[in-house]
Nanobody
């Protein structure tokens, strides 16, 4: 089965930028789209943004256009989340997953934690 591994998180200062990476391996990987989610304590996962796997169409969650940019490398089965102008409210654990329509396809990875603090 497909395994998703997120990386690139850490402790960063406000105003900086960060690039998160999600790599897929194993199994048959052919989602309709790839998406990034974030989760804070006591809350569910919220959609940050998504990108079509076959085109460059992108979807952004509420307010996501301000700070989040989703990109991909189809040859590497990898999707990226660029976070710019980091602010404390961005602090969360970030996950990726692939889907078709409203269906999430793969087991969730461990996520990568982003902490924005001075």
């Amino acid at each position: 089965q497909v395994h998703l591994v997120e990386s690139g998180g850490g402790l960063v200062q406000p105003g900086g930028s960060l690039r998160l990476t999600c790599s897929a391996s194993g199994g048959f990987f052919d989602p309709s789209f790839m998406a990034w989610f974030r989760q804070t304590p006591g809350k569910g996962r919220d959609l940050v943004g998504a990108i079509s796997w076959s085109t460059d169409s992108r979807y952004f969650g509420e307010d996501a256009k301000v700070r989040f940019i989703v990109s991909k490398d189809n040859a590497k089965d990898t999707v990226y989340l660029h976070i710019v102008d980091l602010k404390p409210e961005v602090t969360a654990v970030y996950y990726c997953n692939g889907g078709i329509g409203a269906t999430i396809l793969y087991p969730w990875g461990q996520g990568t934690r982003v902490t924005v603090s001075s």
